[in-house]
């Protein structure tokens, strides 16, 4: 395989030279007709509104080839180790489908040591929701709080609040990200510690606020259980997701541990036991089952669909990489009408600015090309009471990812002023979609609307943990194309280790007259 | 005075041709001591890690006084037509306090308006604390719902979060924005109608999502008393927060009114009865007094510091027109390492998006340099595990605004390795800034930092009322002034007019054959 910066493809520089169509020649009736790309499980991909005319698609289309984006997803689900800075493999795909031949290491078969696990977990969870594992003073177990940050976190959080409308839970999931004592002491105060489950999520298991926030977990069950007079077992409250070996692994204090491997990156990491354990716990494991189904038809249609026009992921990424190194947009926001992916766009910022916002290619060279763009959203209709102002009428256009849906989670759509809540709400969207693209011309220039401004659209008939499954793989496989497009590592965050190095300075007494002037500040 | 365009002032003209400072360069141990600006009440702005030298930050102080942003907000305190667009005062200093004299409109003064409506929010919450006013059925209310969109929403639910783990609230709040169904039913699904006060807010008395939202309410309680066979009295279980006069006011129906005008915007609402009520509810009117003397402290702060290095929000806007317009960043990060703050992001996002997003100047015509930026950001230290990746190594700078307290709101703050957890999450603070100022050189071009990421540090001893104030009004005031440096009007949102005329010609079935398409791809 060739891997050549993005300046370096032929296809690139003819897109330099391209013009820049206006939204207002491209975007029509047809063209949203014929403008759909299935991902999966019934979720689509609309880029009628992105800006992008045939020309320019066949030449993205001929630079992904030129790039050999699928023959590296290929590579990467081979099990080559596409992650040059860790010299890691990368196979979250294989958590969810095998997609190429075995991966074998040390005689082990990857994806039966991920299947393994899935079985554990499934176990796991049954025997709790059939009341087979209680709590350590004989009590079922109504609260399940996961203690992770990042990846551990933001995926596992988005979904299970993603879910929990649609899924009344069997266990009702709490979340411990933050380092500052008020995140655990907000949670913790809310429940009853003979009932509460923790799961302590961290791949290397030396993550400085997660273990923090696991130390304060067990002496508020150690504090509670003298305070009440009953014998809390507190390591016996507590499940642990990590990576193997590594320290948190093999211990039998804890009720019980679920693994995953080095190749497995935190926020890849939501279809593995790291939001395997919280969702299968909360919903049942055959509802993390449909999710991981959605995810691998996503990733199979993503590797076997060659073509441009019929692989949504290849081009949502494309159409990316015209919108960041052509047209110079420095932002995407990602706008769900949809209230259960309140959080949604919190675990798309992290997929995409941790993979993608790099300025190095893959083999470690400075590159001289933008790369990955800032990721914002929120929910419409809200945004649009809020953010929007600056999209219609700012300086800077911000390309747009509309994500909605036929039908809501919830019974209780009712009529008022002659149409529901979900219609309402689905109006607004195509409103948006339309009044981004178009503008509207004033002779008063405070109500001029300049349009032009894209957007695309991925929809579906209802936020199932199918569909849900599918709009994840599809996010990640957007993001992996633009990496293989940039010729950048998207799995390592050599950009994370500087903070951690300082902060462990000042916390070992090593800061420094500069920090020390902070701290100062801080009263510290 | 005169009201000119940026690029019509010498002073930007001389800015442009200022030669960009190094970080390196700036950042000492003596200028963290020396940076440092009282905003109120204990809270603090320090810019030593901001990127600007004496030199630049003299010629920003000559700016401001080019474009006399101190005589424009003593003008409009003194109650002069700002809102050139609406042609509207701007009054939102005077519900915290009166800065000028005295605002008359029709023979009314406004500040005894407002103060008029503080005494009766006080009065109402006091009663319902007291127990002299229940719910229809004669239970005491045990929760309410803030139903509200963009500013009637944004800012107090930041405000209510932030507040929440200091204060246990004598009544707990919830909120209901989006015309989505499933937000409201989630919501009501765990409360109990008869101990629930709905606070419906509504500036026009038109809002859409609102509207909706209150009818679903209304049969909410309605369904109920049917159900229970109990005679509950839906609008007796609703107050309003309105504009008068308007289509919401006067209706003896609701169990109380009370009453905004048309100079308090939503996005600056938070401080009157939009915030006040349901605030006053959940805390006592006393820290809503509070609240209101931090952020009256500020205000007075920003119009009588004459000299830019003793005026925190003149100073933090001045250099963010520094950072847009000279340096050309396209968006600013708030990032509070603070878990209490986590939705404060969002409010800004709408208050300095909605504010500043704007392609025309005041006399509604064509400005050809950049306003307002994206703004975006989540709770440190959790963000570091997600976007930062992209800030220290992405090919985009994005300047950054940090917030952190001495203390943390609740108590347990433990030990664990040798420290407790506000102390880690203090030094992960300022380790950040130092990361992002000064870089890090590695032979490895993966491992190298370039730094020179310019941040800010508002910093305080804790998350009070008085300090919650000072920090809203720092940013309220931070946004006018940089308006009044771009020559455009802060108060007014005509983007947000065509969604909405869009979504209407969807709803009267006048969409034409493009919404039509859109519409149908969400089964409509």
Redesign the interface.
């Known amino acids: 395989m060739d891997f050549r910066n993005l300046d370096r493809c032929v296809h690139y520089r003819m897109l330099k030279n391209a013009s820049i169509p206006k939204l207002q020649d491209v975007?029509?009736?047809e063209s949203?007709?014929n403008s759909?790309i299935p991902i999966a499980a019934g979720l689509?991909f609309?880029y009628a509104a992105r800006g992008v005319n045939n020309d320019i698609i066949d030449l993205l289309g001929k630079l992904a080839e030129e790039q050999e984006l699928l023959p590296k997803y290929r590579a990467l689900v081979s099990g080559e180790v596409m992650n040059t800075?860790e010299q890691r493999k990368v196979l979250h795909h294989l958590l969810r489908g095998q997609l190429a031949g075995d991966v074998i290491e040390k005689g082990k078969n990857l994806r039966n040591f991920y299947l393994e696990q899935q079985e554990r977990i499934a176990d796991f969870a049954n025997q709790v929701h059939q009341g087979n594992i209680l709590g350590s003073t004989g009590k079922p177990f109504e609260t399940i709080v996961q203690i992770g940050?990042?990846?551990s976190?933001?995926g596992p959080r988005a979904l299970y609040i993603g879910l929990?409308?649609l899924l009344r839970p069997k266990i009702r999931a709490e979340f411990i990200?933050?380092?500052?004592?008020?995140?655990?002491?907000?949670v913790l105060?809310r429940l009853d510690p003979e009932k509460t489950l923790f799961i302590l999520v961290s791949k290397s298991g030396t993550t400085?606020?997660t273990?923090?926030n696991e130390?304060?977990a067990l002496?508020w069950l150690e504090t509670a259980g003298k305070r009440r007079n009953v014998n809390i077992r507190p390591a016996q409250h507590m499940v642990v997701v990590t990576g193997t070996p590594g320290p948190l692994a093999d211990n039998p204090a804890y009720l019980d541990s679920f693994y995953i491997d080095d190749y497995i990156g935190?926020r890849y990491s939501v279809t593995s036991a790291v939001g395997g354990v919280v969702l299968s716990l909360a919903f049942g494991p055959g509802v993390f089952a449909e999710l991981l189904d959605g995810a691998a038809e996503t990733d199979r249609g993503a590797l076997e669909n060659q073509e441009i026009r019929g692989n949504a992921p290849l081009m949502d990424a494309m159409i990316g990489i015209w919108e960041r190194n052509i047209c110079n947009h420095?932002?995407t926001a990602v706008l769900p009408?949809?209230?259960?992916l309140l959080r949604f766009p919190?675990h798309l910022?992290?997929l995409d600015?941790?993979s993608?916002?790099?300025?190095?290619n893959r083999s470690?060279?400075?590159i001289n090309?933008?790369?990955?763009?800032?990721?914002?959203g929120?929910?419409?209709?809200?945004g649009?009471?809020?953010?929007?102002?600056?999209?219609?009428?700012?300086?800077?256009p911000?390309p747009l990812q509309f994500i909605?849906?036929?039908?809501?989670?919830?019974?209780?759509?009712?009529e008022?002023?002659?149409?529901?809540?979900?219609?309402?709400?689905?109006?607004?969207?195509?409103?948006?979609?339309?009044?981004f693209a178009l503008?509207?011309e004033d002779s008063?220039?405070?109500?001029?609307?300049?349009g032009d401004r894209p957007s695309s659209?991925i929809?579906g008939?209802q936020l199932t943990p199918r569909i849900l499954g599918a709009l994840l793989a599809h996010f990640e496989n957007k993001v992996m194309f633009q990496g293989f497009a940039w010729n950048i590592?998207s799995f390592?965050?050599?950009?994370?280790?500087?903070?951690?190095?300082?902060?462990n300075?000042?916390?070992k007494g090593q800061?420094g007259?500069?920090?020390?002037?902070?701290?100062k500040?801080?009263?510290?």
């Open positions: 975007l029509t009736p949203v007709k759909n689509t609309n800075g940050i990042g990846g976190d933001l929990a409308n990200s933050n380092v500052d004592p008020d995140d655990p002491n907000s105060q400085q606020e273990l923090t130390n304060y002496r935190g420095p932002a009408y949809s209230q259960a919190a910022q992290q600015m941790e993608n916002g790099k300025q190095v470690g060279q400075s090309y933008m790369t990955g763009p800032i990721i914002f929120e929910p419409g209709t809200n649009q009471h809020s953010f929007y102002q600056m999209l219609h009428q700012g300086t800077t911000v909605g849906f036929s039908l809501p989670q919830m019974a209780g759509n009712v008022f002023q002659g149409s529901n809540s979900q219609k309402k709400l689905n109006a607004n969207l195509c409103a948006q979609v339309a009044a503008g509207k008063n220039p405070n109500k001029n609307f300049p659209l929809y008939k590592n390592d965050q050599e950009g994370v280790q500087l903070g951690k190095l300082l902060t300075n000042i916390l800061a007259p500069l920090l020390d002037e902070y701290m500040l801080l009263g510290s």
